[in-house]
């Protein structure tokens, strides 16, 4: 991502900050309404859930122009979302509607070039998540199940196939 863009989210998030609380609270109001299904993936403590998106969008704005140093982490996060059943589809889903709530509490101050901004930004953060979830996935099709139940040796008595074909 180029530095200009970087530096016009990180400004943008900066101008958000004293509202981000009420970003986030409609960030997943929106979200939860327009796709129920995706609401188990997110913490049901609200004051949590609020914290961990404070968090990690701060991480992201902070950091667009230095993805390198945020890939193994943010890939690392896709490989646990993988774990706990997290589909990828909803990574387009989750960027499309934080880009939403994002244009709404910007009011004037929203542009296209803010947008693109974001969804740059966002889109480069989705394709982190799936390199991990593509690396968990390649690690579970290499890797035996640890606890897949074992195929059971049929055991039939001395003779029984004996038996059997005689009938």
Excluded at 42 to 71: P, Y
Excluded at 89 to 108: A, K, Q, W
Aim: proline share 6%.
């Amino acid at each position: 991502m180029r530095k200009s863009a970087a530096k016009r989210v990180r400004a943008h998030h900066e101008a958000l900050a004293p509202k981000m609380g009420s970003v986030a609270a409609t960030f997943h109001t929106r979200l939860f309404e327009r796709t129920p299904s995706i609401a188990p993936s997110f913490a049901s403590d609200h004051e949590q859930r609020e914290r961990q998106f404070i968090a990690a969008l701060a991480t992201i704005a902070k950091n667009l122009d230095r993805l390198d140093v945020l890939e193994e982490p943010l890939m690392q996060l896709g490989e646990r979302h993988l774990e706990c059943g997290i589909p990828p589809e909803h990574y387009s889903v989750v960027r499309d509607e934080l880009i939403g709530t994002l244009s709404h509490h910007s009011g004037s101050e929203w542009s296209e070039q803010l947008e693109r901004d974001w969804f740059l930004g966002l889109s480069l953060v989705c394709e982190a998540l799936l390199k991990g979830v593509l690396r968990a996935a390649e690690h579970r099709a290499a890797t035996p199940a640890k606890h897949a139940p074992q195929a059971q040796p049929v055991v039939r008595p001395l003779g029984a196939n004996a038996h059997s074909r005689k009938r």
